[in-house]
């Protein structure tokens, strides 16, 4: 039984990847009737920016246009252009699907969100409460005091994710999927929540601890084990490889070039241009502050940042309730107007179906259920029951996706009841921007250093995450982890200066790329995940597990 | 049946006066001493993964310290008195930690050194030894 199941699941998974390039070319026959801002946004005008656009939310201003370039970057894109157009296609490939364009990554994704959901009984309602209860230490025993405690572990997932797509890519999905996006964002937030659960459970449990203590874990890892466990060890051991490659390129790109050019654009937004011409300065001056962190290791750097990344999303979040509040005669439309267009989706392309995929498609590359970054970073807990993890960490797209995307829709839906046009031309993180200013004239300054302190714990973060990858390629050696330290820290001044599209469309790529073995692995050992959820459960219930408050 | 009586060590010197007082006082009532080292530690901070990965070990080597440096070499200064010494270390909130560790030793006494906290200190964050008074079963003794 098992072993149809896997010839399937492997036979499933070579159509997607090896037929995708022949198929792509009917990719652009559909998207004669978008608006250009809407052509825009989903890069068939650009489609350098385009992947990225989607991805982040991300609206890149004039400043930063790709028709500047000249010199080293503009070498350097003209030689990757055309394997980044490739891989982009490959790895985002649509398949038209009743008048719209559906990602098959995003589908594959989906898939497997509700799979775990059902597999696994709804784990994410029924291990909610349990979930507060870990957060909160009830069940911390005393004696593990001072080791890494479940809110720690949780706080620093989080903060990995919670970023510039939590304020831009919820204004794009808006745009382009009307109001109806914001409720199957909430939808596929929800079902995130059972992958989330069944790979960090899985990081924990499969987690390679070294002699002298130090622990590494991620997918790599539980994939070469899981697949070893099943007498598929040349599998397994291909699928963790690439899988650390591409979580290496993504932290390099996704995790970090783009990080910092976001966050020098910000900056040099709010200046009024005070900054133009001046990225060179803004990119060693962060990659400057990156190094002292993660190669001097000056954590009192890091440690102030994750401390204010906190505070800015729950000064976000206070601040965005204030807007939908002094708008209230709107929110009974706003609220409508999602239910409507979940169904309707009147205006839209594609119709209600339209709004779904986009909702959808938000909501997986805001919280990165499925990709496994998370995962990496659970691994680092100790705790003698891998489950714990995996519950706390169903709270991850709970406050990403469900709080914050969610709020900030609001923000948006009130402000556009209220005023149709309130925006103007702006989309990204500008609209979003232009909801708050409304009401509060000098929010764009603040709004603007949360996203830089949001790029820059993502970096720090993803930093990690490519270290793990490199480290699992190379060896846990320390040359070699500073020569990647190294690496990374001149990604982030690069990342200032030169618009290095193609590079980045190749990393964005590959980070969605990898989703495809995770989820696979997934699948496998999905029955493993369910016993150890069984079982903890059951102890649970007889008291063998005992609260300690 | 002895007593017990808990002291709270830092390594300052208002530490060393309260395990002084302390031991003069277990000598009178034949009580013995139980030497604390408490690690300040909040499950609710925030950390980069890089530390949540070396954190383990950074917890090891805190209590090697503890040990090593203080809670050892006072435990031997005082091996000549012939009082009986138990050592403990612990992680977390200070006086909610040594409250903790009162209950769980059955203490019927907590000596502890004035922290010499400034009133700016303790307005923000509160004051350890306030805390401790209030939250204490048994009676604490405050070494100036």
Known sequence: MYAKLTRILIAAFSIVVFSAPTVFAQDTSQQESLSPTQAWIQGIENPNLGYRSWIHGIVPPESISIEKQTGIDATINAATAPVAEFIGKVVFFKIPFFGTDLPVVVLWLVIGAVFFTVYMGFINLRGFKHAIELVRGDYADPKSKGEVSHFQALATAVSGTVGIGNIGGVAVAVTVGGAGATFWLIVAGFLGMSTKFVECTLGVKYRNEFDDGHVSGGPMYYLRQGFAERNMEGFGKFMGSFYAIGIFIGALGIGNMFQSNQAYVQLNNVSGGALDGLGWLVGLIMAAVVFIVIIGGIKSIARVTEKIVPFMAVFYCVFAIIVILMNANTIPQAIANIFSGAFTGEGVTGGALGAMIIGFQRAVFSNEAGIGSASIAHSAVRTNEPVTEGIVSLLEPFIDTIVICTITALVIGTAQVADPNFAGDAVGVAMTSAAFEREFTWFPIPLAFAAVLFAFSTMVSWSYYGLKGWTYLFGEGVNGQNIYKLLFCAFVALGCVVQLGPILDISDALVFLICVPNILGLYFLAPVVKREMDSYFARIQSGEIKKFK | ?144
Request: no cysteine; glycine share 6%; net charge negative.
């Open chain 2, 1 to 144: 049946m002895s007593q017990k009586i808990l002291v709270a060590l830092d390594g300052s010197a208002g530490g060393k006066r309260a395990l002084e007082a302390a031991a003069k006082h277990a000598m009178l009532t034949d009580s013995e001493l139980i030497l604390s080292y408490i690690i300040d530690w909040t499950p609710y901070s925030f950390h980069t993964p890089e530390e949540l990965e070396e954190r383990h070990q950074r917890r090891e080597s805190e209590i090697q310290r503890a040990n090593e440096s203080v809670l050892e070499p006072e435990a031997r200064a005082l091996k000549d008195s012939g009082l009986s010494i138990q050592t403990v270390v612990r992680h977390g909130k200070i006086a909610d930690a040594l409250v903790d560790v009162a209950n769980e030793f059955g203490v019927s006494q907590i000596f502890l050194g004035r922290l010499g906290e400034s009133r700016l200190h303790s307005m923000v964050f509160g004051s350890v030894t306030s805390a401790l008074l209030q939250n204490s079963k048994v009676p604490v003794t405050v070494v100036p």
